[in-house]
């Protein structure tokens, strides 16, 4: 399932004023009888760029909505089918998302694995799907010259899938599925809890009562005519629209359209589900047992649908509840009692019914009953008093300062996924405008309302996460796939034809300008990078220490982490609250990270109050106080977060590996949380002589991205910066491996259903003359979702649910790794597949004269089979050696992701922070995007949101997208990108 944006903020990406974007012209030649409507005028709102769109209707009922957006020489396309979870008949619960893994399995025209090799191959990149409560969506990003070939793969599923649907593919995907299962719920920390949470909330035969992904036995159970069934009664065109927006001619647009889409049959109408959910009455409480260190209490409740009354509001009322320091539980039971670890609340809105959740996780020694009364303090001064005026102001500031950051990106989940959203639940693409009118008009009394109304004890559900031996539902073997019958006779809907077997012919190659930024420096040696980008009212800006986890002491892992987390806790002239209200009441974003080479600060703020939102930046980085009850604060928070660490598995799969590979004399041999007794043993002139020693104008770059100009940035640099003393700039001295002699080292753990495996060793570093040739290898060897080991362990075999490799560049040699989650009773078999992969492309490579030397073994293979748990949280990208914000090792510069399109329920992304990916999502791993906006306030997360970013950061679209994909990177990301890049340049 995949998170609804709230107010299209975090997932939105829209075309922008005056980037080429018009209304289009009369309909093309086979666009006969459809209905038409564009833009509305007069529809601005003040802040908020204007989506230009066109939309009209085929005569066979498929949506057609066009955006023009000149800013890059690419196209989204995005196609909705208005059917999901909600649509499923009892005994097939995960059956939306099954099927969505089954469109692609090949189509007539396409067979199996084709359309993602031409795609791949064609540079494309957010290629994926995804599944939610109410829908299902097929996307990709592709070169604008390539718009045709996305088009025709996109019809040939929905024209021509049932021609070739056989036993085979259906056996396959029932494997991936129950292995992603396993991966995303059940060997994932309190993924079943939070499915006994939506079991609670909704009664038995309520399409939202199961989780998007279904149960073991239904998922088995399905059959090939359940698919056939299920495609001819919900995947018709009239049941789907499509979004295509980027580098396109509307008019050309439109004749494409109607050639591959407008022969497709209209299937039978669609009547909407229409689902009386009836009240909680009286409160109801689970306690849950897991896999876990650390107790968590979750509290729900049944809320108004999307886009009605009292959804907004509260909305609102999750971020002033939970959304970062600023918020009430933070300040209440993280900052000031410090009885919880982490915090987290949203609104998630649905079609049918909505949920209000609530998630707090406890620190060791408290209990969710003390979390409770805690909580319940809070929501009854909100019932009884409401919000102040302030707190709804600095919501509402940031929330839209979210949605316009959501701008910047074309595919994926942005500007095309949004219009088919607000398509779907509006009917209005260019919904954005009321949506961002809406909350402005949203006031403490309303929010006071709201909670009053929707927020009662009685109406609600509390479940306690506990440790303890989980109770799993049944994972039956697979049995034996029935014998595939012949096929008598056509078993297609529509009509052959035969120019529909070639493949397009790509257009011209479009013209791509890279974005060229340009530095300088201060007096005091402070380089500053500046790219001027004015297409959003939007300016980020990230400050880069040149010194990381390189530079930890030998007996201290982790040390410079700890010290970038202290930098906001407090400063000469501000303290921690004072920071977290300041920065938040400017609508801003402001983090801090560590990772293997670097530290940085991260901001992101509107145009506007850029310059009061760099004075708090330029404080935190030259003034900090380092107070020692708050180093003793964050010691209890770190402590808190390695607990929960051992708690996921591919976290601890990946701590085995750097330290076997590394050993422990180096600081790459550990995490970048360290080491308990490490954590323990830091004092406050530890932080402070680090601070002292690496945070110098000569051993860091701010580098700046968005609307302000070259001017505007040097007289703001000097003035926040010019005072910052110069010093003697540290260099790094990481020293040499000494990798273990163990060729396997295994975490056990009987029972376990999944191993978390990671095959690695020693790489290149980024300065190597063979960058470009190791990407390109890796591309083909781990890096693409047709890569060889995924297609063998995914598609051919189905142990498990994606398999990807990676490079880790940094100044020295940084690991080569395999990472992966596998079946347990596959294990031997996996590793057996991966060696032999591994060692038939170096013999292939050689052969072809492309290497010199042999191939040599993986210095370290790191099993961590746990047992079944899962849920959907860090879950994108999380088989790469995650970045520093995850405490491990840091994720490649250009390795892939594993993208699991989905969120688990619960969880929507009202900022620009990642909510937690959702149970069951989507169909298929996928890489992310190589640069993600790093200024995001991280506080107040709950472990799983900062392990979900440090997941998205592993960067990489793999070869042929990647160069494409960064451009699609402008203001936030683009700062993030740039800094990341000037590391390795600067030394």
């Not at 530095?519 to 009212?537: D, E, Q, R």
């Not at 601070?691 to 701010?702: F, M, S, T």
């Not at 949280?873 to 050696?881: A, I, T, V």
Request: include cysteine; proline fraction near 7%.
């Amino acid at each position: 399932m995949k998170t609804r944006p709230l107010f299209a903020a975090s997932l939105l990406m829209a075309a922008l004023n005056g980037a080429g974007a018009q209304a289009g012209g009369a309909g093309a030649s086979g666009v006969a009888a459809g209905s038409a409507a564009s833009t509305p005028a007069g529809t601005s709102l003040p802040g908020i760029p204007t989506i230009a769109f066109d939309k009209y209707t085929l005569p066979n009922g498929l949506q057609v909505i066009l955006v023009e957006d000149k800013r890059l020489p690419l196209v989204a396309v995005n196609v909705w089918y208005h059917v999901g979870p909600a649509n499923e008949v009892p005994g097939l619960t995960g059956f939306a998302h099954l099927f969505e893994h089954m469109m692609f399995a090949g189509s007539k025209h396409l067979p199996r694995g084709l359309a993602d090799r031409l795609l791949e191959g064609a540079g494309a990149s957010d290629s994926n799907g995804s599944t939610d409560y109410d829908r299902t969506n097929y996307y990709d990003t592709v070169p604008s010259n390539q718009l045709e070939l996305a088009l025709w793969v996109h019809a040939d599923r929905m024209g021509y899938l049932l021609d070739v649907l056989d036993q085979k593919s259906l056996t396959n995907q029932q494997d991936v599925v129950r292995n992603e299962r396993r991966e995303t719920v059940e060997n994932e920390p309190y993924g079943i809890v939070e499915e006994a949470l939506n079991h609670a909330l909704f009664p038995e035969g309520h399409p939202y009562r199961a989780s998007v992904i279904g149960s073991h036995t239904d998922i088995q159970n399905a059959k090939l005519a359940d698919v056939r069934d299920f495609f001819t009664r919900y995947y018709g065109p009239n049941n789907a629209s499509i979004v295509i927006a980027g580098d396109i001619d509307k008019v050309k647009t439109r004749a494409l359209v109607a050639k591959y889409f407008g022969g497709l049959r209209r299937g039978p109408a669609v009547v909407r589900p229409t689902v009386a959910t009836p009240p909680i009455t009286a409160e109801k409480r689970l306690v849950v047992p897991d896999r876990v260190e650390l107790s968590r209490l979750y509290m729900g409740w049944l809320t108004p649908p999307a886009y009605k009354p009292g959804d907004a509001e509260l909305a609102v009322l999750a971020q002033i509840l939970a959304g970062g320091k600023s918020s009430r539980l933070y300040k209440s039971l993280v900052y000031d009692r410090q009885i919880a670890q982490d915090v987290d609340a949203n609104q998630d809105s649905r079609a049918l019914t909505s949920t209000f959740l609530i998630e707090v996780t406890a620190r060791t020694g408290h209990t969710p009953r003390e979390l409770e009364e805690a909580i319940d303090e809070e929501l009854k001064a909100l019932r009884d008093k409401g919000p102040s005026e302030r707190e709804v102001e600095r919501a509402r500031n940031q929330i839209e300062t979210a949605m316009i950051s959501s701008l910047e990106k074309l595919g994926g989940d942005g500007l095309a996924d949004q219009l088919n959203h607000y398509n779907q639940y509006t009917g209005d693409p260019g919904y954005l405008t009321e949506d961002v009118a809406r909350l402005r008009r949203i006031t403490a009394a309303d929010v006071r309302r709201a909670a009053h109304t929707w927020l009662q004890q009685h109406a609600r559900v509390l479940v306690s996460a506990v440790p303890g031996t989980p109770e799993l539902p049944p994972d039956p073997p697979a049995p034996p796939p029935p014998k595939a019958r012949p096929r008598a006779g056509a078993a297609g809907i529509n009509e052959a034809e035969a120019w529909r077997a070639r493949m397009p012919k790509a257009g011209p190659a479009p013209r791509m300008e890279l974005p060229r930024g340009e530095s300088f420096k201060l007096a005091n040696g402070l380089t500053v990078i500046h790219h001027y980008n004015p297409a959003l009212p939007l300016v980020a800006a990230e400050l880069v220490i040149k010194s990381g986890s390189d530079a930890n002491p030998i007996g201290l892992p982790g040390l410079a982490g700890f010290t970038a987390q202290m930098l906001t806790e407090g400063t000469a002239t501000r303290s921690a609250p004072g920071i977290a209200d300041e920065i938040a009441q400017l609508g801003a974003f402001l983090d801090t990270d560590s990772g293997t080479s670097a530290s940085t600060v991260s901001l992101l703020a509107l145009r506007a109050n850029f310059g009061a939102a760099l004075d708090v930046l330029a404080d935190v980085v030259q003034h900090p106080a380092f107070p020692n009850a708050e180093v003793e604060r964050q010691r209890a928070s770190r402590l808190g977060d390695l607990m929960q660490q051992r708690d996921e598995p591919e976290m601890v799969a990946a701590v085995a590996a750097a330290g076997a590979l590394y050993g422990p004399r180096h600081p790459y041999g550990y995490g970048q949380l360290g080491t308990e007794p490490a954590i323990r043993a830091v004092t406050r002139n530890d932080v402070l002589s680090f601070w002292r020693r690496h945070y110098v104008p000569g051993n860091a770059a701010l580098v700046v991205s968005g609307d302000i100009s070259r001017k505007e940035l040097t007289a703001l640099a000097e003035a926040r910066f010019l005072g910052w003393k110069s010093a003697e700039t540290p260099l790094p001295a990481p020293g040499t491996p000494e990798t273990t002699g163990a060729r396997v080292v295994l975490v056990d753990h009987p029972g376990a259903g999944q191993t978390a495996l990671r095959l690695t060793r020693i790489g290149a570093a980024r300065r190597t003359r063979d960058f470009p040739a190791l990407e390109v290898m890796n591309a083909a060897f781990g890096g693409l979702f047709t890569s060889r080991i995924n297609q063998n362990l995914r598609e051919d075999k189905g142990y498990t649910y994606g398999v990807y490799s990676g490079f880790r560049y940094d100044r020295s040699a940084g690991p080569f790794i395999v990472a992966g989650s596998v079946r347990a009773n596959a294990t031997g078999a996996a590793i057996s597949e991966l060696l032999r992969e591994a060692q038939g492309h170096v013999r292939q490579a050689a052969r072809r004269g492309r290497t010199g030397g042999r191939a040599q073994r993986p210095a370290a293979v790191a099993a961590q089979p746990f047992r079944d748990q899962q849920r959907h949280r860090r879950q994108p990208g999380r088989d790469l050696p995650l970045r520093p914000a995850a405490g491990l090792l840091q994720c490649p510069a250009g390795a892939p992701g594993r993208r699991h399109r989905g969120r688990r329920p619960g969880r929507r992304a009202p900022l620009p922070r990642p909510a937690a990916p959702g149970r069951g999502g989507g169909g298929r791993p996928q890489a992310h995007p190589a640069a993600i906006a790093q200024a995001r306030s991280r506080a107040g997360r709950s472990a799983r949101q900062r392990r979900a970013i440090a997941a998205r950061q592993c960067g990489g679209e793999g070869a042929g997208g990647r160069a494409q994909a960064e451009l699609a990177c402008t203001s936030a990301a683009a700062a993030a990108a740039t800094a990341e890049a000037a590391i390795p340049a600067a030394n």
